[in-house]
């Protein structure tokens, strides 16, 4: 696949995962990291530029950043406005933003509080806020269309009655959050491409359990 930019910067990546899936398909990938667990683990996917990072220390010149993604970033930060204005800044004019949230105030979970979220979001929020800091909306959807019901039901209720479990271990979390294999996994996978088809004709998911938003920095 050839990119249209030059370098496409993954921001708050984690391990990684993302990155190594966009590098595999031929897109110059750097990952921007601030955990040095995660830029080990990045290493031995073999990802290839990785910055051991917050995006303020990284030295990076204003201006500078054709295209960024923040996956699942944005519910970690306090002052998420002012980490997008800040972003806003590092980013070249008509540079792209692609940005995940999950989605709902009202899904609101023990899983939440353990993975240290701040907020979840609705698209009005989310786009709100990003106008505030300079960016034009190209388009936003919800995705994963299935999850707010069985969140709700295995998370959300359990939560709202006290039954939450104790504090997870790291290891038991990222087992949780690692792909599944058998009937659940195929049938979330053949919705997925659905929903993949919908938005590359450019149509909206009314609903999902995460908010996809792609912005562009605003020409001055």
Known sequence: ????????????????????SLQDKGISTILVEPG????????KRNLKNIVCSTLEN???RKGSIPA???FDVVEHIDDDL?????????????GYLYITVPAFQSLWSNEDVEAGHFRRYTLKELEGKLKLTGFDIVSSTYIFSILPVAVYLFRVLPYKLGLKKGAKSIDEYRKDHQARKGVSDKVFNWIWKIELNRIGNG???????????VASKRSI
């Not at 050839?2 to 708050?12: A, C, E, T």
């Open 1 to 20: 696949m050839n990119s249209p930019y030059s370098y496409f910067f993954d921001i708050g990546g984690g391990n990684g995962f993302v990155a190594k």
């Open 36 to 43: 040095i667990q995660g830029c080990l683990n990045a290493k």
């Open 58 to 60: 990284a030295s990076f």
């Open 68 to 70: 960024a993604g923040l």
């Open 82 to 94: 002012g980490f997008l204005r800040s972003l806003y800044d590092y980013m070249k004019e008509g």
């Open 203 to 213: 149509k909206r998911i009314p609903i999902g359990g995460s908010c996809l938003v």
